[in-house]
């Protein structure tokens, strides 16, 4: 989705959410005549500790707990792409006190993408879309090409020899780089690699050439110099780096994959509790502690409703299912 639609998307929850805040309490009664919540709920995340979505989940879920007056837990349970954490919450009793809190991909497009899942899209009941954010594409320093114009005429007189990171295949990375391949109209050559810091490392001294990622990832990098962002998601340019222009700007205004996270809950909760916890991370999303903490890495607060997430997250579908496609990758 792109940065108008993001707008959008955020002002008309905001006002929707606004006029509900004061009819619907955030604690409501749930299927079983009980007040909800009124024990301890779990976020299940699928990264591990210290990563970017853990810190962020963190601040979220300590908001989240003074708000409802209830504790909430954090479980680290990373693997698999995210398919770990997402079955857990998939076979968790439908009640609301069990929810992922997770980009939209296994959600989105992971049916396209592997053969055999333990779950399907509509094994969730999506909460809310909490953030969104820009992504770019990467250079080390040496590399010649200073503008996407001079990129892409790079790349066309020299089909598959320029290279682009990622963490695997399927991966955001990886994805985005099938996706810049379409819309740029260029041939580059897909290189996986284990670990980030070495993806780092090596496009900084040129050894791999692209790296296709949020800004927030490497932000501090382009920052210091180490490497050079071409452009931007989205429809406005970041104040963080107001020197590099959007992707429409810069003449390929197709290309817009965002990052993105939202909470889930397992299918078959009660709306009223659904609705009860998209009103609470609503709330959350525009404290001005966690506004200012997602503007800090490039995101946008969001903090939806439950009807527009899942609106946003058809229409991700249609457009990453297109790429998956396009790239022919397949995973057990």
Do not use: C
Not at 6 to 23: M, Q
Not at 97 to 109: E, Q
Not at 271 to 279: A, F, Q
Not at 306 to 332: C, H, M, N, P, T
Request: aromatic fraction near 8%; hydrophobic fraction near 45%; avoid cysteine.
């Amino acid at each position: 989705m792109n940065g108008n639609s993001d707008n959008v998307t955020r002002r008309r929850s905001l006002a929707l959410i606004g006029a509900a805040a004061g009819a619907w309490p955030l604690s409501v009664i749930d299927a079983w005549g009980q007040s909800f919540p009124n024990r301890s709920l779990r976020v299940v995340l699928p990264v591990g500790p210290g990563s970017g979505l853990d810190a962020r989940a963190r601040e979220v879920t300590q908001k989240l707990s003074e708000l409802l007056g209830q504790q909430v837990v954090v479980e680290n349970r990373p693997g698999a792409g995210g398919i770990i954490a997402m079955n857990l919450v998939a076979k968790a009793p439908a009640d609301g006190y069990t929810l992922a809190l997770a980009g939209i991909a296994p959600v989105a497009y992971y049916a396209a993408l592997y053969r055999k899942l333990p779950f399907a899209p509509e094994d969730f009941a999506p909460v809310s879309l909490l953030a969104t954010g820009p992504s770019s594409v990467y250079a080390g320093p040496g590399f010649a090409p200073r503008s996407i114009e001079e990129l892409v005429a790079h790349a066309k007189s020299r089909p598959g020899q320029l290279t682009f990171a990622s963490q695997g295949i399927g991966t955001f990375q990886h994805l985005a780089g099938e996706w810049f391949k379409v819309a740029a109209g260029v041939d580059l050559l897909h290189v996986p690699y284990k670990e980030y810091g070495q993806i780092l490392t090596d496009l900084e001294t040129g050894r791999v050439t692209l790296l296709f990622d949020s800004t927030g990832a490497v932000l501090g990098h382009v920052q210091g110099g180490k490497l050079k962002a071409f452009a931007v998601t989205g429809a406005q340019r970041l104040g963080s780096l107001p020197e590099v222009p959007t992707f429409a700007e810069a003449g390929l205004p197709a290309y817009e994959p965002s990052i993105n996270y939202g909470v889930f809950a397992p299918a078959g909760t009660p709306p009223t509790v659904v609705e009860s916890l998209s009103l609470a991370f609503a709330k959350v999303q525009r404290s001005k502690e966690i506004q200012e903490s997602l503007a800090r890495f490039g995101f946008s607060s969001q903090g939806t409703t439950s009807v527009e997430f899942a609106s946003y997250i058809a229409a991700e579908r249609e457009r990453w299912i297109k790429v998956v496609k396009a790239s022919g990758a397949q995973l057990d």
